[in-house]
T-cell receptor, first 115, second 114 residues
């Protein structure tokens, strides 16, 4: 089983609909992240959480919200989806060692299409 | 603000040829550097990382990268490319005071000719 699991893997939704992407991890990491990937832009950080009570906006948080339901679960919501939110979304986790020198582990991604 | 540049959007090499993918970063703090690979329909897999010490780091699948502070570069190399190396490659950077939040380059898509 994957250490970082994202559901769904693919989703097509209509403009204006609310949608939630879910992420769960079995690595026991405190830190979790949501990124989106667009062609030519790499991955950009949407939100991150360093523990259950800590939620922070990333580079491109407008139009998104998150919930950290437990150490192992971090969900991303689009309250009212719009076509330019069509992208590949990745959840990631990392250990908290008080510094940046730990690697991030990524889920398989969720391909979201907003029509 | 930190940034990562991968100047080559697409690269095509012949199978068996050598490969170098370029990565330049702009970062105010001591950088921690990573290369990830994304195969079609897959997530990101870590190839290698540099935190400190020897500036030439070895990774999985026969890849290596060299950190050159004077050039703000962390180029990825492989002496002989295999058809299975066709994928998209991402360079990323973080630092001690950025937690583990990664800043990614735009990616380089590698195609391998038989």
């Amino acid at each position: 089983d994957a250490d970082v699991t994202q559901t769904p893997r693919n989703r097509i939704t209509k403009t204006g609909k609310r949608i939630m992407l879910e992420c769960s991890q079995t690595k026991g990491h405190d830190r979790m992240y949501w990124y989106r990937q667009d062609p030519g832009l790499g991955l950009r950080l949407i939100y991150y959480s360093f523990d259950v009570k800590d939620i922070n906006k990333g580079e491109i948080s407008d139009g998104y919200s998150v919930s950290r339901q437990a150490q192992a679960k971090f969900s991303l919501s689009l309250e009212s989806a719009i076509p330019n939110q069509t992208a590949l979304y990745f959840c990631a986790t990392s250990a908290d060692r008080g510094s940046g020198n730990t690697e991030a582990f990524f889920g398989q991604g969720t391909r979201l299409t907003v029509v | 603000a930190q940034s990562v540049t991968q100047p080559d959007i697409h690269i095509t090499v012949s199978e068996g040829a050598s490969l170098e993918l370029r990565c330049n970063y702009s970062y105010g703090a001591t950088p921690y550097l990573f290369w990830y690979v994304q195969s079609p329909g897959q997530g990101l897999q870590l190839l290698l990382k540099y935190f400190s010490g020897d500036t030439l780091v070895q990774g999985i699948k026969g890849f290596e990268a060299e950190f050159k502070r004077s050039q703000s570069s962390f180029n990825l190399r492989k002496p002989s490319v295999h058809w299975s190396d066709a994928a998209e490659y991402f360079c990323a950077v973080t630092s001690n005071n950025a937690g583990n939040m990664l800043t990614f380059g735009g990616g380089t898509r590698l195609m391998v000719k038989p």
